[in-house]
């Protein structure tokens, strides 16, 4: 990181910060120091890495290259380490609205993101509008945001995404062991199969009914501290790496919620195929989210898929609510609205 002492830059000093060790850029006369945000750039690294050292002021406007929202601008500000010299100041024409993007940046008024937020939201007095409009303004951290201060309750919210996998294939063995003891192999195969194609359906149910409740929730702090738990603050800190797939004890208690159901409908033998099909659909999508935020590809459907994600964070949460895929989507009118950016 730079020295902050030293709040004067000149151009030919930003320019020589242009790789992952050390990456500056120049915004309306302003430094900045992107060095632990370019891993987490929701368009990836390599396309800040393109800009290393150089001044992104029209290219943040440029469609071509990405217009930014005025949540970028939020986000960048966090990174401002000081200005250009005098001597190397450019002047730069307004944006058609007549005011500079980082103008138009609100001063902080909900949660100090460097401080534990559990605590924050159970003593806040949000109304239920302020706290919609913020939750869904996205912030960052080039670190995992500490939830609670107590240590235990902390570890609890922190899922890396390996564990995913560690935690629920031993229990999908267990589920397929004991269903071949009720239903012959081809019938388990067969519920395995519905199992998991069903998963997508109801990924898509869960992200826009559940976890999109939203506008539904009442009025009151505790309707908002639950909202914050379950999904607000992936809105909140969608880049933060240790809470983008879910954790095990919140995972269990939805499954057990959704076995529950399932048990109405299916025997014993097929209720444990399905449920182990869910089960892996379910894997697979949560590993397929941490990618959708961290991975990159040249691969166009891949690349297409997690643009289509990440703006679901950036642009519209009330759209987009396929993470694996945009088909329900397409099916029940939810895709984004085209708007010119």
């Not at 302003?30 to 001044?55: K, N, R």
């Not at 992936?234 to 880049?239: A, N, Q, S």
């Not at 048990?263 to 894997?283: E, K, P, R, T």
């Not at 703006?311 to 609510?321: E, I, L, N, Q, T």
Request: proline share 4%; aromatic share 14%.
């Amino acid at each position: 990181m730079a020295d902050t002492k030293q709040r004067e830059y000149s151009r030919a000093e930003v320019a020589k910060h242009d790789g992952k060790g050390a990456l500056w850029v120049i915004r309306g006369n302003q430094v900045f120091d992107l060095t632990t945000f370019h891993t987490d750039h929701p368009g990836g690294s390599d396309i800040l890495m393109q800009f290393g050292g150089q001044d992104i002021t029209e290219a943040m406007r440029d469609s071509d290259v990405h217009a930014h929202a005025i949540q970028a601008y939020r986000v960048l500000k966090d990174f401002y380490i000081g200005e250009v010299m005098a001597e190397d100041r450019v002047a730069y024409e307004l944006p058609a609205s007549g005011k500079d993007e980082m103008d138009c940046v609100e001063e902080e008024e909900f949660l100090d993101i460097h401080k534990p937020l559990f605590m924050q939201m159970w003593n806040s007095k949000f109304t239920k509008e302020f706290y919609l409009r913020e939750v869904h303004r996205p912030r960052h951290l080039p670190r995992p945001a500490v939830f609670f201060a107590n240590p235990l309750l902390e570890t609890l919210t922190r899922t890396p995404w390996w564990f995913i996998p560690i935690y629920w294939l031993p229990i999908v063995c267990t589920l397929l062991y004991l269903g071949v003891q009720y239903e012959s192999t081809e019938v388990m195969v067969v519920g395995f199969v519905f199992g998991l194609l069903s998963w997508s359906l109801l990924e898509y149910s869960m992200h826009r009914f559940v976890f999109h409740y939203d506008e539904n929730i009442p009025e009151g702090t505790l309707a908002q501290v639950a909202h914050f738990l379950l999904h607000g603050v992936h809105h909140f800190l969608p880049m933060d790496q240790l809470r983008l797939v879910m954790p095990p004890a919140l995972s269990t208690f939805l499954a057990l919620q959704i076995l529950a159901l399932l048990s109405i409908v299916f025997s014993a033998g097929m209720i444990h195929a399905v449920s182990a099909g869910l089960l892996i659909g379910y894997v697979l999508y949560d590993e397929c989210h941490y990618w959708l935020h961290h991975g990159t590809s040249q691969n166009k459907r891949l690349s297409a898929l997690k643009t289509y994600h990440l703006r679901h964070h950036y642009k519209d949460f009330k759209a987009g609510f396929g993470i694996t895929s945009d088909f329900w989507d397409r099916v029940f009118g939810t895709e984004f609205v085209a708007t010119a950016d």
